[in-house]
Structures are given as structure tokens and as C-alpha cells.
């Protein structure tokens, strides 16, 4: 009999996709400090920040580690099959995350590029200016710049496999939020926005720890700490609130309010509705269950909307009802696509695995 499907995850993944396509779409159209209801849309992210770092905390918490039977195993594996392993591992990876990088990469780019070719007149002082380097120095693509995300991700995994090779290793990780933040003090140097993989594992092993400890506390005590977790978040986001956005590995206010707040909403969340446990929410679960491809076709579309806007003469900045009808138009197409585009692997990243 198979196991009951847990839907936390999947409705937290839901939540978090429609966050971001909500907040690319107020954003693009210069909406973000507009009051709704007392409150601008910028305001009520602060409180939501911490999305993009719960993927990695995902990760972690379903990762699975194979483990030899003995020393002898261990020793007949790093001798004979640790190469081997490493380089499927890599092969799989790649084809999973950095195909899909590329593949989208190319999408974005061609409607970004395709429309200033046609109509060069909606081009500018609001378009970015062109740089050669541009998808070398972030690894946000013109007209697609959210699959940064395949590009860390895919960089995390890689450095983690090699990290959960050496065992002392992990017990520096508590360290790399530290590490993320020092080089964000230094405008972050390294190429393709990788400074925020530091962060990528830290959340990573946390969701792995945090698994750990709420099989060890069992269901009624996980409760517990989760509640007083959130609302330890609650209280640390109005006294020492601080954004990290992972994007930009960019650091916005108390680096230690950031870290415990972060962490405690993570975990307490998860911990709280994985314990409940939470029952399926069609719209929202299916959103999170197929979460890769609303996550890589919305922007394009957001593009194209917006590029016809322009090449039309279209008033769209700062007009509510046109990004009302923009969100709508996206939620439908990209729940229309996903049948197509996970038949797709190089679109996809959903490789048959081989026998």
C-alpha cells in the first residue's frame, strides 16, 4: 500500500509560486508601493520574504543519503565506484537543472531581443541596458531572470554532494550565512549572483537537521515548538526585521535578525503543518506539485504582455486593472502549460530515470 502523500510541502511550494508571479507582475507594472486596503504590496512582502530559501529548506528535508552496510563497503566504494557516483550524480544534475537553465535562458532571450528587433522604438530608459557579460556576472537571463534559481540550485547540490563526503565539513556550515553576508559587504564578487549558494546550503542542511528533530520530538512536542517558532518570527519581523533576498544575495537590515527569523519561520512552519498534517488544496497544491513549470514559463509571459503593451501604445504602468487581468492571464497559461512542457525533459528537467 502506498504511503499517503503529505501535502504540506506541495501547498507551501503553491503559496510560494504564487507569491512571486503575483509580485513580478505588480512589479513589472511600478504597482509595489501603491496602498491596497492601508498597505502597499512591498510592505506585505517583508512579511514573505523567506520563500525563495524555503526550496533549499525542501531539499534538505527530502534529501536521502545511500548508506554502506560497513567500513568495508565504504572503503569499496571510495576506491571502485566514488568517481562513478559523483559523475552520474553531476550528468544529473545537469540535465535536471542546467538544460532547463539553458533551454529557458533561450525562451526569454528570444521574446526580449525578438520584440526590440520588431518594435525598436518601445526600447528605452526603462529597458536595462544590453552588457555581454550580463548573463556571465548574474546568471539572470534578459527576459527570463528568475532561472538564476536552476543555476544556485544546481551549484548547491554539486558542493553539497562533495560536502556530505567529508564529514567534517558540515560542522562548518552553521558559518556560511556569515560567509553569504561578508561577501555581500564586498558587492558580492562572484559570478553568476553564486554568493547566495552559502545561504542555499545553510537552508539545505537546516531542512535536513530540522527532519531529524521533529521525528525525534514526535508530533505533539513539534507542535509546540513550531507555534512558539512563529511567533518568535512574529515578534523578531517587527523588532529586528531583515530581509534576505536570495536573488541578489542582498542583506537589508539586522544580519542576526535575518538569520533567526528565517530560520525560525522555516522551521516552524514546516514543523506546524507537517505535523497537522495539512489536507490538499486543489488550486494551490497543483500549483506546487508541478511548481518548475510556472516557476520558468511566467516571466516570458510577463515580457510578452508587457513588450505588446509597449509595441501597442498601451497605458499599462501603474493601471491595476491591467495587472489584475496580467495575473489571470498568467495563472491560466501556465496551468495550461504544464502537461506540455512536462512532456518536455529538456524544458522540464523530468528525465526518465534509467533502470
Not at 530608459?125 to 532561472?147: C, E, I, R
Not at 558559518?175 to 564586498?186: H, V
Request: glycine letters at 6%; proline letters at 4%; one cysteine or more.
Amino acid at each position: 500500500m502506498a504511503k499517503q502523500r503529505n501535502h504540506t510541502f506541495d501547498f507551501l511550494c503553491g503559496i510560494c509560486i504564487i507569491r512571486m508571479m503575483c509580485n513580478h507582475a505588480i512589479s513589472m507594472c511600478g504597482l509595489r508601493n501603491d496602498k491596497i486596503l492601508g498597505i502597499t504590496w512591498y510592505e506585505l512582502m517583508s512579511w514573505t520574504f523567506f520563500f525563495m530559501c524555503f526550496f533549499f529548506f525542501k531539499a534538505g528535508y527530502f534529501n536521502k543519503t545511500k548508506k554502506a552496510s560497513s567500513n568495508t563497503d565504504i572503503k569499496e566504494e571510495a576506491n571502485n565506484n566514488a568517481t562513478t557516483t559523483t559523475k552520474v550524480y553531476i550528468i544529473d544534475k545537469i540535465k535536471r537543472l542546467l538544460v532547463p537553465y539553458i533551454s529557458w535562458t533561450i525562451i526569454g532571450s528570444s521574446i526580449y531581443f525578438g520584440f526590440i528587433l520588431l518594435f525598436p522604438y518601445i526600447h528605452n530608459s526603462q529597458m536595462p541596458s544590453f552588457s555581454w557579460d550580463h548573463l556571465w556576472k548574474t546568471s539572470h537571463a534578459y527576459g527570463n531572470g528568475p532561472v538564476w534559481f536552476l543555476m544556485s540550485f544546481f551549484t548547491a547540490y554539486i558542493v553539497i554532494h562533495f560536502i556530505q563526503k567529508v564529514r567534517w565539513i558540515k560542522w562548518t556550515i552553521f558559518l556560511y550565512p556569515f560567509i553569504s553576508y561578508w561577501l555581500y559587504t564586498i558587492d558580492s564578487p562572484l559570478p553568476l549572483s553564486l554568493d547566495n549558494v552559502f545561504m542555499g546550503i545553510f537552508f539545505f542542511f537546516l531542512g535536513r537537521v530540522w527532519k531529524v528533530f521533529m521525528q525525534w520530538l514526535g508530533r505533539t512536542r513539534t507542535i509546540i515548538i513550531s507555534s512558539v517558532l512563529i511567533i518568535l518570527f512574529i515578534i523578531g519581523n517587527i523588532y529586528f526585521h531583515g530581509e534576505y533576498t536570495m536573488s541578489t544575495n542582498t542583506w537589508d537590515g539586522n544580519i542576526w535578525g535575518i538569520i533567526i527569523n528565517t530560520t525560525s519561520i522555516l522551521c516552524g512552519l514546516a514543523g506546524l503543518l507537517m505535523s497537522l498534517p495539512l489536507p490538499r488544496i486543489p488550486w494551490i497544491n497543483y500549483i506546487g506539485e508541478h511548481s518548475m513549470v510556472y516557476f520558468v514559463s511566467h516571466y516570458p509571459m510577463i515580457y510578452f504582455m508587457m513588450l505588446t503593451y509597449k509595441a501597442g501604445y498601451v497605458d499599462w504602468k501603474h493601471n491595476w486593472a491591467i495587472c489584475i487581468i496580467m495575473m489571470i492571464v498568467l495563472f491560466i497559461a501556465c496551468s495550461w502549460l504544464v502537461p506540455y512542457v512536462e512532456r518536455v525533459p529538456w524544458l522540464s528537467g523530468r528525465w526518465k530515470k534509467s533502470v
